[in-house]
Nanobody, 111 residues
């Protein structure tokens, strides 16, 4: 059985930083990534990383501010979010293999 568990959300002021963590069990060697969703809108892509951690891709809205990384030994993926903006406020979801999801973690950025 696959489990995807996120943690690390919270409330931060604009310009601040947060680090999200996601541990995946039950599946290995797949792309892992982060998505986000606000009420009334579709879930949108944030970042993804290849199984070996060598290649990362980012949405234009977060390039230069967010960094995705992976710990292969822990089968975990992280999202370091710097210079946060109010428009980054959303529920952030971790994905494994583009189709397995965690429960989400709330990120709120105040102006």
């Amino acid at each position: 059985q696959v489990h995807v568990v996120e943690s690390g959300g919270g409330l931060v002021q604009a310009g601040g930083s947060l680090r999200l963590s996601c541990v995946v069990s039950g599946i290995e060697g797949v792309d892992m990534g982060w998505w986000r969703q606000v009420p009334g809108k579709q879930r949108e892509f944030v970042a993804t990383i290849t199984p070996g951690g060598g290649v990362a891709n980012y949405a234009d809205a977060v390039k230069g501010r967010f960094t995705i990384s992976k710990d292969k030994a822990k089968n975990a993926v992280y999202l370091q979010m710097d210079n946060l903006k109010p428009e980054d406020t959303a529920v952030y979801y971790c994905s494994a293999n583009w189709q397995l999801w965690g429960q989400g973690t709330q990120v709120t950025v105040s102006s």
